[in-house]
T-cell receptor
């Protein structure tokens, strides 16, 4: 079974530029999460999708961050414009909705450096 | 709201020694508890999880954890450390099937030859 795929693995941009990350969850996983992991901290939820609907985006900085999952499979996370404090690893995770509790499977992450 | 506290940002043990990584949680409802491991430049891998039932949970790579409700703890142990265990370990809590995980800040485990 293929795992959660993410791309790119690394990205370096200047502040005020825009950037997008892509995630392909495990086949059949209806729930998808984006987490932000700042150096030295645990991952923090940005947004949770159930199929193509948003379940929880309360911690997403909506003035600069956006995310979508149009067909209920792949997802993209965008930052526009980026700030220095957005430097972090962005982790995508997915899970089978029917299991309770379900285990989240994580992708390798995208490491973003904002200069 | 839930929270997780991991005592010790860095733990160093000798190869073959006992590994003990501490985790305390706060939750207003019965929690689901998890331990994840993260190797450099990789995503998080599930080591073990507690849901209900037996409070001693066995995971992969010889790790186990015990849920102690009275102490609100879920400490991770391994009898004998291997060099390959060197990594970052995260404790996490959730409260129902698909609620997002709330993570601790992590503990970096170093294993000395």
């Amino acid at each position: 079974e293929a795992g959660v795929a993410q791309s790119p693995r690394y990205k370096i941009i200047e502040k005020r530029q825009s950037v997008a990350f892509w995630c392909n969850p495990i086949s059949g996983h209806a729930t998808l999460y984006w987490y932000q992991q700042i150096l030295g901290q645990g991952p923090k939820l940005l947004i949770q999708f159930q199929n193509n609907g948003v379940v929880d985006d309360s911690q997403l900085p909506k003035d600069r961050f956006s995310a979508e999952r149009l067909k209920g499979v792949d997802s993209t996370l965008k930052i526009q414009p980026a700030k220095l404090e957005d430097s972090a690893v962005y982790l995508c995770a997915s899970t089978v909705t029917s299991a309770n509790p379900s285990s989240q499977y994580f992708g390798p992450g995208t490491r973003l450096l904002v200069l | 709201a839930q929270s997780v506290t991991q005592l010790g940002s860095h733990v160093s043990v000798s190869e073959g020694a006992l590994v003990l990584l501490r985790c305390n949680y706060s939750s207003s409802v019965p929690p689901y508890l998890f331990w994840y491991v993260q190797y450099p430049n990789q995503g998080l891998q599930l080591l073990l999880k507690y849901t209900t039932g037996a409070t001693l949970v066995k995971g992969i790579n010889g790790f186990e954890a015990e849920f102690k409700k009275s102490e609100t703890s879920f400490h991770l142990t391994k009898p004998s450390a291997h060099m390959s265990d060197a990594a970052e370990y995260f404790c996490a809590v959730s409260t129902s099937g698909n609620t997002p995980l709330v993570f601790g800040k992590g503990t970096r485990l170093s294993v000395i030859a």
